[in-house]
């Protein structure tokens, strides 16, 4: 009955964690459309998101001793890398088919399994990889000569690439006998994170009381405070600690394919929020997108160790898998 109890919970978390991520994109459009540069609005989630978790980074000191490099790394690409290149990808195209590009990773990860690591991927995996890239081909419309910009989307494949980056350190940081606690390396990500985004957004040059006033959501007036005290507290804070906490209590299979429900309510949420209407074959090209990187993530077991042949790579019980980071 308590086991029962304990994955009725994580199921539950791993739902708000998905809703509070998905909801990210739709809360910071607005402001980048108000005046924000993304990379502005990207500095203010994380420097924001590393000022509250402040006392875990204090909590797990020990971290920047024992594991310095997959602390910087995942800085570098987890948090810098995912969230400036999809921040920048909604200044142009869609949110909806900025996800959906970004969760090509799990076929990503399949790449690197097979050609970097040089092991063996399923037939099922290598069909997930088929699908997704089908799928996504139906969401960008290429039958029609890509009409979404050029940039926006290799912005928003770049944000699929470092999240492949934070797929493969999250593996190296939660196997083997000196295990990294995954709050301490998101809190010490989130630090880094602000350190490298200082020098490249260059906030002072921001314009503040952008901050002070409104921004527009699909014709309302909505407190620009708001929609970033959303993005900070719920869309990454909550989304992350209740990301992980989730998956401590659910297997990494369950989680993945619960994840996949954040590009489902992220386009609901634009479409609602913000107006942006996909056509019926970009919403069945993004269904396929999610039906393949569930077959790429779930079509294998997981081995002892090392990263899944066919599956998130072997973060079950200290980080969150299937995850965009976004």
Not at 68 to 84: D, R, Y
Not at 296 to 315: I, L, W
């Amino acid at each position: 009955m308590r086991a029962s109890q304990g994955k009725s919970v994580g199921l539950g978390l791993a739902l708000v964690s998905a809703f509070a991520f998905g909801g990210s994109g739709v809360a910071a459009k607005p402001l980048i459309e108000a005046g924000l540069d993304p990379l502005h609005v990207v500095w203010l989630r994380v420097s924001g998101a590393a000022l509250v978790m402040l006392p875990v980074a204090w909590r797990h000191r020990g971290l920047v001793r024992r594991r310095p490099v997959l602390l910087l790394g995942f800085g570098l690409l987890a948090v810098a890398g995912v969230q400036a290149c999809y921040f920048a990808a909604l200044s142009r195209i869609p949110v909806g088919v900025a996800l959906l590009v970004e969760y090509l990773a799990p076929a990503l990860v399949l790449g690197w399994v097979r050609f970097v690591q040089r092991r063996p991927v399923t037939r099922a995996a290598a069909f997930g990889v088929v699908l997704a890239a089908g799928g996504l081909a139906c969401v960008v419309e290429v039958w029609s000569g890509l009409r979404f910009d050029a940039l926006g989307l290799l912005l928003a494949l770049g944000a699929a690439c470092c999240q492949v980056g934070y797929f493969v350190l999250s593996d190296h940081g939660g196997d083997g006998a000196d295990r990294a606690d995954p709050l301490g390396v998101i809190a010490y990500g989130l630090l880094v994170g602000t350190a490298l985004l200082t020098v490249i957004a260059r906030p002072w040059r921001m314009d503040w009381s952008l901050l002070a006033g409104e921004a527009e959501m699909n014709g309302a007036r909505v407190p620009a405070w708001l929609l970033l005290g959303w993005i900070v507290l719920i869309a990454t804070v909550v989304a992350y600690v209740f990301g992980v906490v989730s998956v401590r209590r659910l297997s990494p299979q369950v989680a993945g394919v619960v994840a996949c429900l954040e590009a489902v309510i992220a386009t609901v949420l634009a479409w609602v929020l913000l107006g942006e209407h996909l056509s019926a074959p970009q919403i069945a090209g993004g269904v396929v997108v999610l039906l393949g990187a569930f077959v790429a993530q779930s079509s294998a077991p997981k081995p002892p160790s090392g990263p899944v042949a066919g599956a998130t790579p072997a973060v079950g019980a200290e980080l969150p898998t299937g995850r965009s980071a976004t």
